[in-house]
């Protein structure tokens, strides 16, 4: 049985860690933090949790909650990551960050899109969890950079075309739309119900969103060089999940049904990656609450561009799911521990 | 490890109950039919499923559906299970009805409420499996009719009350607001997406709805005579979820926390009902996908009526879940078993 | 053409009253004050106005907004509304108050539910602005108390049950649910989408909604003596509408079709009163954006209680429609002006 | 005061037509047709009409209707249309077309993409009815082909790019999402509340959608030649509305700035478009119920990539409003008459 801890248990993706690790049968939960709700019980901040865990919350003091834990989830804002980061490291815990802080392997883009890194040590030895694309590198990693929502949805999406290199890698279009919790949990007139809500609009327009460099990070490393995409965010009006459209030229003649075979191809195996059969589309809907990300490639015959289509719920395989599923695989537990929950609809 | 199948899959409860009995480690769904999808796979009607639950659906012949199963859920519209019931009776198997047909233990209620019984011989052998209040019968139990949702949400509401006498049976209101699956999955106008959605109203007002003879045979059980009561169901914008406000006359002086105290020790031990903390109310938000009946007992010390109120999961404790809490006990299983996820939020 | 201020233009009350002015033709709207974005356009705060309405938002000087108009909407938080009121009504402007301060003819019961008044005074002159129950005293009037959107539902279902002596006035139990819009513009966690979407509560249980004095208030002048209510206000997922079902004992036997007979009496002429045929029932979906009240009375034959439906926008009839329907009347405009618009569905 | 009867009432932009007309001065609704609803009142039908428009809905028999009407809105589906507009058009009547059945020009192209066309001799004289675009030929104009949704929202917002020449019109991508009303009335499962709520999704992937076919026809009338774009619609959990991104290579080097300035200047004048100063984006919130459209172009500097987002009602911009707004330059009235009423928020 392993100690876990949260920290940064009282946002949403720290709620859905609580979730999805209560149904893990190596793990128990025994510490959480928050910053804004310590002295209260994590049930009295998520009702949801009432007579199930009602574990009080902490101030996040790194020492005492490495004390407690042997994995620690980092579920903070980017820059107060790798202010705790480094203790938990020279402590010898392995640590699965929610962040941004460990994404980027280049400090100078990190501080180009974000400030100045304060931990490029460890920022070396962090694994980019994308576990589809580098499992073998998340075996017994220590630090985990558990993927941002939006590039979790367009990297799946892209990856076996950009391998295969059945696409120019600079006529990528990534248009997504992601749900509201992706804005996390505090109080702002922007995330407020009536803001919301009977709205769709984009935000980020022209390269402004701070996911753009992590995506290109991966999709070049993917390709064999850098390329640029244009990557186009919207908000849709539901709590949960993230579509996103891709758009690109192929550089020889395609066919739907030899994307899918493709894909296909590249995905057998995995047991969170479901390439759907030629003339099904995804859903959100068909992935909320659980650990998938849906994908159908295609061709468009009138134009000949090349359209992927994939879905994820931001909060499962876009954040907390995904990273449960680092820690089985960091830690040697088989992959799909805890995560065997199907996603519930309606 | 008991074989199960689901008659009526195709519809939200059918959908539910299979995504409970995935994670039951006691139990497999080994068959399931669907009078509209029958040649289809279940996935392709709830791609949710896929790669997870590929079963082809069968038509409804019922000694072939027998032969597959040991337990057998009947997700049917009333009318058409207790057409099938019989059969299942006759070969042993052990039935877990959601339809309304073996509820009303007076056939001449039932008579006058939907249309003639068909089936009285079994009607008598029926147990209302609503464990809080009947679990040993239930035990055993070859025939368990699972309550409605409304029912479920208002007897558990109430049920302390009565027992003890603590309100005049005659005074009791319930005010009662659902989701939309409660509607079922049927294609019709007044349960398309722009008719329901910013839109809150009353429906069956006045004591039309067909649930009212249901929980009036439940608290009459509990006060130890007749009663009647005002039931009103509303539609509310969201897919899952009924909350119930109560009303009724104390017949001597209350305060909320003897009111509290009550609830705790009547429901104490209970897996799934969940008395509140003095001050916290429920919310349909907070049992979202699980299990629980949330309950919060009040006085209101300006006019000294009694308020209770309770939510649950419409899908879950209101159907699906009760259903599979249902065959845990009746087939000696621990009552928790497959019931142990959280409720989602967000 | 009369001028008109908004003071507190950057609400939802605000931002309705500027929508149904923009179509009034006897009005111009010439002052908007905001303390948090003064110096903005209020355009930009609310960018449905774009290129219609484009005014820059002013501090709240009283003098100032004085000069520039001869009818001033108050759409401020209670206590706020009570500080510059006085300024206004010395100043000899005509006054629509969409706060609490001027509701309670009581200065002691407002000090029981708020805190101590700062302007008995004009509270003596206000008129409760309810039309319907109080057009002959709103003529004319310099300072008219609009209601609140709870109040106005329940006082236009029961009127005419009190007014003709049909219920017990001891027996009352209004219920209702709220869309989110009521809750205001201000950044809460409480009111974020992800809190709100997909769920249903109650609040303020027990008598503790600060809208229970003015309905009592009003109700009791209507019965004739004081009168106490149980009142349980609900949160619904929606943006606008109030749906309040109301519950009563009747003194002596009635019937649906006298009931439906009463209130087309009662209501007879009424442009924002609509009766409903017996048999149908109204929805908050159906008086979106207009200045209606849908109301439809009935009997429960079963246990002989008298139930009346109402629905309203919150924001139109439960608040900025009302004001100014209040304001047509108190200037002597046709009491319909700018407000001919239909409700929109879906 | 021109007589107008709506065909097809009983659907959304039949209703969405008897909202807007019944604020227009010069206009009297006098007939109301509807096959499925024909000798029900229009107000039980929709009761947001209630005591504001109860006429009749009668059997579509075109040469009663015609008699009736000066003016007839034809909202039917694809076919239905073309089989009552010669009768209509042989009698001397203005007809404006809400259906498909007129809008491609090349009756070839209608068969490709519908069935053959039963009217191509009236196709010759139909107008495409966007008046930002073709505002002189519809004057006078005796059949207009109201503009699709998603058209609407597309060459609007590519218009001044491709008659300028600032894009490579081979380049075009459109990823546009809509609201379910555009999915009709008509019950069907995919439509209903539980299936479409708390999901997104793309739909008509590669080309497949019909509006392909208008939205290119009218792209290529204004670049100068035929080109083909890729087009991807989506569903959005939301009543009303369409935002489009849309994507294009420039073929020389251009700023934000420029592009605001440019479509500043090609729209100057215009009552509903409104572009938006550099740096706000669209939303359909901020056109909900008014007819607006609403465009932000820029460019987006890491890629070079022009990227234009779009936002209607696509009830009003995108179907009944702008039918209005031809009828009202079709007949000579100001173009706005009827169509003041801002958008309404929340």
Sequence with gaps: MLNVAIVGASGYTGLELIRILHCHPEVAVT????????GKRISDVFPTLRERCDLMLENLEPIRVAEKADVIFTAL???AAMEVVPTFMKLGKTVID??????????KVYGAWYEEHLNPANLKKAVY????IRRARIKGARLVANPGCYPTSIILGLAPLLKKGVIDPHSIIADSASGVSGAGRSAKVDSLYCEVNEGFKAYGVGGAHRHTPEIEQELSLLAGFELKITFTPHL???????????????TKEVTTEKLVA???GFYAGEPFVR???QGSLPSTAFVRGGN?????????????????????????????GQAVQNMNIACGFPETLGLEGLAIFP
């Design 292 to 320: 998938f990300c849906d994908i159908a490639p295609l061709v468009d015959s009138r134009t000949g561009r090349v359209i992927v289509v994939s879905a994820i719920d931001n909060l499962v395989k876009g954040a907390s």
């Design 275 to 277: 390439v759907l059969p």
């Design 98 to 107: 929610l962040s941004a802080d460990y994404r980027l392997s280049d400090p």
């Design 262 to 264: 493709l894909y296909k």
């Design 129 to 132: 969890g994308l576990p589809e």
């Design 77 to 79: 804002p980017h820059k």
């Design 236 to 250: 849709a009006p539901m709590d949960r999940g993230i579509l996103s459209t891709m758009y690109a030229t192929p």
């Design 31 to 38: 510490c959480l933090t928050s910053e804004q709700s310590a």
